[in-house]
Structure formats: C-alpha cells, structure tokens
C-alpha cells in the first residue's frame, strides 16, 4: 500500500503563498486504481509531482506523511529517493514530448529503464523493449526502436513514454492524464493492458484524469479534488451510482450524451477560486447551486456520509450541518445557455441545403523529383461526399489521421497553397423568403477574387487550441476587428464597435474583454472569443475542429450550450469535426464516419450511433470510454 496523509504543498507565487493541496488523505493499494478527478487547477498533477518529489522550484512539501512500507518516503534522502523513482513508483507525464531525451533513440530509453530496474542485460533487455513497443501498440516494433523520438507522432510518443515506465516493472503507477493525447482505439489498448497488468502483477495505479468516461471503466476507488482538497471520495461504483457533492452532481450532468440531447448541458459557472486566499466557508459555494447561508462562513470537514458504503465520504455541510431553513430562498441554478429546446430537434424536417461537397480528394506532396515535379503524394482524403442543410450540425469523427480536419480545412480555404484539391464544395445561396427558392450554387474551389472572399466570410472555422489560434500581441478587440476590416470593408469605426459589442454580450464576455489580451483568459473564455471572432463576419457554415477537447467538462459544457444557442437565434450550420462520441451524440443531427481519408458509414445520428453497419464504426463506438448512467443526478 502507498499511503498519503495530511499532504501539504505550498508554491511560492508573486500573489503570495499558493497552497495547492491542502490535507490530502488517500491510500493507494496493490492491484487497484484509484482515479484522482476534478477540474483544471484543483490540484491533481500537483499531487502526482509532489508524491514524485518533483515538485517546481517554488514549491515544497510543507507537510505530511508518503508511507510505502512503513517507510516515510518525504524522509528519504534523493538518492534513495531516486531508485524509488522509476522503480518502486512509475509515473508517466502528460506531455510526452519533453519527457523523452530527444538525443537518445527511443530503444535505448526503454532499455536503460530495464537494466536500471530489472535483472536482464544487453540483448535480452533489447528483446524486452522491443516486447513492450508491441504491447502498447507501436506497429513494426523492431524497426520503430531504432528511431529517435521526432520522428514519431504525439500520440507514438505518448506510448512509448508508457512502455519506458511499465517496462521498469513498478509496483505502483501514478498516470497523468495518461491517454488523452490518443486515439479512442488506442486508449482503449493502453488502458486494457494496464488492467492486465494489475491482474498480472498487482500494479497500483493512481490514474488522474478529467475524463469520467476513463474513471468510470478502470476505477476501483474514486476522488474528486477542488481547489486543493478532496470534496468526495467513495468506490467507484457509489460515486457514479450515488454521487453526494453538489460539484460531482453538477460534473456528471454537464457531460454531454444522447440522453441530454435537446436540453441545456449544466454548465458550472465560474472559476476554480485561487488558492493563495484564505477560505472562511466551503470552497466551492460561490459556484453551488445548493448552497446555504453558513456555507460562506463554515468550513466543510470531510466526513462519512450515512447510508452509503465504507468509504464513501463528503466534504459538505449538507450531509453534516443540514439546517435547511437557512437554505437561501431559491438556491442558485447552474448555469445554463439556453432554455429553450434546441431548434434542431424541434424541427426534423427538410431544410433548404448549405453545402454539398462532391468526390473530395486532397493530396499532400511528399517528396519532389529532380526537376521540380512532385515525385510522391500522400492522398489524405481520398473521395467523401457529404452535404449539410441549414441550421444543422453534420459531425465527421474518426480517428486521427483520418482526414477529418483536413477536409474540414479544405472547405475554408486553408489548403490552397499547401495541398491540390480535387471535387467540388457547393455552396448554395440563402432561399429567398418570399419565393422559396435559392440561386444556383457556386464552387468554393472554383472561386477567386471578390467571389472568393465573400465565401470565406460565409464559411468560418474555430480550432482545438484557442490560444494557438489567437494572436498574443493583439487586444480582443483587435482580434475581433480583423476579420471584420477584411471582410465587411463596409462597416464604419462606430458600426463596428457596436457589432462587437453584441458580440462579446451574444458569447457571454464582458464588454471590457475587448480591451484585454488573450493571455489574461482561462482556456474557455479564449474558445468564446475565437467563436465571437467566426462570428464577427456573419458566416452560416461554422467547421468547429475539437472546440472543446482541451477544455475541462464544465466548460465544454458551457461552450456547447453558446453553439447551441447560436444554432438557434442565428441558424446556423456546423460541421463538427471530434472524436468525442457523447459530444457527437449530444449535438449532431447527421454523423459521417471517416477511416483513412474515405467515408465508411453516415447518416442520421441516432441511426449511426444506434445501430451502425459498418466493423469499423463498432470499433470506434466501442473503444469509448463512457460513463455509465446510474443515477439522476
Ligand atoms: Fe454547497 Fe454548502 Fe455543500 Fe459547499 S458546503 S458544497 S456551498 S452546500
């Protein structure tokens, strides 16, 4: 057993002493996972470097007790401390990209860790890294060990980085965010081997993660973390069964799924508080939707909650100072975008079409002959026709490498100079109100000039990463002008500000953002300013490329409640490109499924996802991690 009791860690930060956990107590036994969950900034990846000792310069164990054996491993000395590391503890980093050597081939990485922490040698060791590639899925494992780590994919990295530590055979594990850099496919492999290897050899694991779906799947023990402590900690299936804390009920209910369709997501509002103030009350109150009078001047002890199983524990007064009639009169709703059920299941029936595409192929050039002619391509997308019909979603999910964003960057225009684009993307006029009927389509690959900038005003695209898709030099407001100078020349200054201005209200922004810079945003707001900045220019096609995957499930859900809303009052059509099959199934009226740059199965969403034809399609639905619905949270 690892043990933790009474964890302290303090930060020295510029706004004073950060306490980033606060009292931590958990225990982590031989065999079984116990997944740390909670949003971004509650503490989680703090917990894993400070059991790690690994914590930033700033920071330091202020307190409290780290007990593998008996032994107190705050105590020992960083020799010592070093063969536990990698040895006894395994970890594996959230960012495989700088945790490799990158002057090392990866082989020999794996190889130092075998002959570090195992008794095989030379060739032996080199047949057991070649054994573990195999394992975590590298394809071709004895030609990929020679390789150094640039030459592999985010996701190959992230694998090997896996292999590096499990190949050190460690009791105990402690997972980041193990497998959000992969695939569902891969995932899915990673986390069944993990599984094995707690059946094989009584692996520990201390999986901490923000995806529920994960926890829900491997979990034995679960505990939410916020702001610094654990608010609830139970067995798995108690928490997804009967979760007690208002910050868990509102988590299981902001994830999106078939079930929500059609309803407002609960969307928590706020932030994660900072944690360099002292807390009078519970932590979490200026966000609870049940909170009460003493909750702003009470502290919240964690304790055993009545009627449930051993273990199962809460840090809320409702469970243990509940004097409801101090209850505030009508206690605060979690935040929702929308109240209305969306237009999009209001309104099943034929709409005019948006977009048809037609036989799209896109090739990549890979390598150029002597004189200069292409002598290699990659055929990224191979062939997909799909169309999307006004103010509705189509969602293209696969896995990646698929082609999805490609296409999705194909019909904005951004591949032009990069890539030859074969087929057509039609784009048809808006109907005219009076007679019903459109003008002739025209082909955004066939256009150029005038024709072709009044398209890409038409046709608008957010990324996955808000903040590598905003310019750090130039104020939101800016930002948002720039499109606008572009591509409505027409508008004066005073027009332009008051059009901001709706905007920053319609993405729920305050008024004053437009003067601010993209890094003073949390990852969520930058996502609102991104879709404001789409908006500016009044497209009806929006490609939407993973807007939420980098964003906690609260703010995916905040995100997803203003798209839905934006559907509604503007009419306007998405084409979702993710992986996340409940974000699909939550959103998409139409679903095509992608498989090495052709379409292998669409149609309606609930038909696809329900019952779908195709092996593939069953693959990829199955490797989903999801949770499983107990409760009515
Ligand atoms: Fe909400 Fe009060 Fe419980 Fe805190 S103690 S979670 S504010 S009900």
Redesign the pocket.
Known sequence: MLKIDDLRVHLDADAGLVRAIDGMRLTLAQGQTFALVGESGCGKSMTALALMRLLPDNGRIAGGRLDLDGQDLFDLSEARMRDVRGGRIGMIFQEPGTSLNPVMKVGAQIVEAIEAHTPLRGEAARKKAVDWLRRVGIPEPERRIDEYPFRLSGGQKQRIMIAMTLAAEPDFLIADEPTTALDVTIQAQILELLKDLQRERGLGLLLITHDLGVVSGMAHQVALMYAGQIVEVAPAADFFAAPK???ARLLLRALPDAERRGEPLAAIPGTVPPLWQDFDG?R??PR?D???VH?GSTC?SLSAVQDRPAGHEVR???YTDPREALMRPAARPAETAATAKSSTDQANGKRPLLLEVKDLKVRYPLARGLLGGTKRWFDAVGGVSWSIESGRTLALVGESGCGKTTTGKAIVQLLRRVATIEGQALLHPPTDAATGQGGAPRDLFALDGEALREARRQVQIIFQDPFASLNPRLRVQEVLEEGLLALRPELDASARLALLHELVDQVGLRRDALGRFPHEFSGGQRQRIAIARALAVEPRLIVCDEPTSALDVSVQAQILNLLRELQRSRGLSFLFITHNIGVVEYIADEVAVMQSGRIVEAGACDAVLGSPREAYTRTLLAAVPRVERRTAA
């Open positions: 804390h208002p910050y519970c979490f109150e609870c049940r909170a009460m909750c919240p809320c007064l409702l």
